[in-house]
């Protein structure tokens, strides 16, 4: 079984930096690509960014291009978000989500990612 443990979130002030970490466990983590989404409260879950499964070709949402920064240790069979520069309307929910089938590509969209971790909260103060 699949298992997805976000960790890492919390309250910072805005211009300030957290790191998102996301576990991975149930199958072979180095095969598959894995996204980094976030919702809001009252707004539908977004795309933030996503890797391919060889650490190659990262692809970010407008929102998070030049400010975050995303990255896999397949060692550790684990992805991360680096955030810096945060704004308040960084403020959400953030979610890892790994697709159900291997794929050179890099996902982007909800419906291309099958597996989902619970989400750990980001509040950025002003």
């Known amino acids: 079984q699949v298992q997805l443990v976000e960790s890492g979130g919390g309250l910072v002030q805005a211009g300030g930096s957290l790191r998102l970490s996301c576990a991975a466990s149930?199958?072979?983590?180095?095969?598959?690509?894995m996204g980094w989404f976030r919702q809001a409260p009252g707004k539908e879950r977004e795309f933030v960014a996503a890797?391919?499964?060889?650490?190659?070709?990262?692809r970010y949402a407008d929102s998070a291009k030049g400010r975050f920064t995303i990255s896999r240790d397949n060692a550790k069979n684990t992805v991360y978000l680096q955030m810096d520069s945060l704004k308040p309307e960084d403020t959400a929910v953030y979610y890892c989500?790994?697709?159900?089938?291997?794929?050179?590509?890099?996902?982007?969209?909800?419906?291309?990612?099958?597996?989902w971790g619970q989400g750990t909260q980001v509040t950025v103060s002003s």
């Open positions: 890797i391919n499964w060889n650490n190659n070709n990262p």
């Open positions: 989500a790994s697709p159900r089938s291997l794929t050179i590509a890099t996902p982007y969209r909800n419906d291309e990612y099958h597996y």
């Open positions: 149930g199958r072979a983590f180095r095969n598959y690509a």
